[in-house]
């Protein structure tokens, strides 16, 4: 959509305080009106713009091994994450912690991507056996994602084979899994 398109370039462009409808309309070509009707204010176009831009179905998960389907997601989370615009994160970022109406949008948002990108895949893995912490998808939706951004914001570098690889066996891993009790040989 021309809108949700335009909205982003801008937001990339000259950040989120700069950004306005009015400008979103001279990019766009669409009426402030047309608009306004279809988004409250800037937060809620700021958010239809990200939810458009994002909108992605994780990988439904094709084995029965556990340790399989985590490297699928993880890889499919890595690609996506890796596509994004630094500039478009960093706008973002910023402008959450000046504006509690789009930081409370875009939580809204990352509570409906952890869930689509969790549910199905730790259900499987209950459904086959898999002995997972209570917490199993807050502590994906919280752990993954913040690695990944680390490894391609800060550190630079591609989330090739070898580090989803790491970060399922080394970290997912080990922190999905319920612990054995006391005394019981893991």
Same mark, same amino acid.
């Given at each position: 959509m021309v809108i949700l398109d335009a909205t982003l370039s801008l937001l990339t462009e000259v950040g989120y305080e700069r950004l306005s409808i009015e400008a979103v309309a001279g990019r766009s070509g669409a009426a402030k009106t047309t608009i306004y009707r279809r988004h409250r204010d800037k937060a809620a176009l700021v958010a239809a713009a990200v939810e458009h831009r994002s909108h992605s179905t994780p990988p439904e998960p094709t084995a029965d091994d556990f340790r399989e389907n985590l490297i699928q997601l993880v890889s499919w989370l890595a690609q996506r994450i890796s596509?994004? =615009? &630094?500039? +478009?994160?960093?706008?973002?970022?910023? !402008?959450?912690? /000046?504006? @509690?109406?789009?930081?409370?949008?875009?939580?809204?948002?990352?509570?409906?991507?952890?869930?689509?990108?969790?549910?199905?895949?730790?259900?499987?893995?209950?459904?086959?056996?898999?002995?997972?912490?209570?917490?199993?998808?807050?502590?994906?939706?919280?752990?993954?994602?913040?690695?990944?951004?680390?490894?391609?914001?800060?550190?630079?570098?591609?989330?090739?084979?070898?580090?989803?690889?790491?970060?399922?066996? =080394? &970290?997912? +891993?080990?922190?999905?899994?319920?612990? !054995?009790?006391? /005394?019981? @040989?893991?």
């Open positions: 596509e994004q =615009d &630094i500039g +478009l994160l960093g706008a973002l970022f910023a !402008a959450m912690r /000046g504006d @509690p109406r789009l930081a409370e949008e875009m939580r809204r948002i990352r509570r409906q991507d952890a869930a689509a990108m969790t549910d199905e895949p730790l259900r499987k893995a209950i459904r086959v056996g898999e002995d997972l912490t209570p917490q199993a998808a807050e502590l994906f939706a919280e752990v993954a994602p913040a690695i990944i951004m680390r490894r391609v914001v800060i550190v630079g570098e591609p989330c090739d084979e070898r580090f989803v690889e790491h970060l399922v066996d =080394d &970290i997912l +891993l080990p922190l999905l899994h319920r612990p !054995a009790p006391k /005394g019981t @040989p893991s």
